[in-house]
């Protein structure tokens, strides 16, 4: 099964470099399902003499996202009237030296 990687693998695959970052890559098809499973790739459903002989379309640009105002954030930090203290309850900085 051919497979077209969405990252790049460090290491090599029976000798080989894995290919970068959009590279196609021939693999049995239980290794490229658990890759494709994985995230890793996706299925590149050319034939091989085919890939050869068709250009590769350019990747069109996302359309804008509208900005808007971020929802607030709840505090989650312990208040300051209620954090622990380095020293024990009870006891005095003096004492515990």
Do not use: C, N
Request: aromatic share 2%; glycine share 8%.
């Amino acid at each position: 099964m051919r497979v077209r990687m969405k990252a790049t693998l460090s290491g090599t695959r029976d000798g080989q470099p894995w290919p970068e970052r959009g590279g196609i890559v021939d693999l049995p098809d239980d290794e490229a399902q658990h890759l494709i499973r994985a995230g890793i790739a996706e299925e590149h459903g050319e034939d091989p003499d085919e890939a050869d002989e068709t250009e590769e379309e350019p990747e069109k640009t996302p359309e804008p996202v509208e900005e808007t105002e971020p929802e607030p954030v709840e505090e989650t930090a312990t208040p300051a009237d209620a954090a622990e203290k380095a020293v024990p309850a009870g006891r005095r900085r003096s004492q515990t030296k």
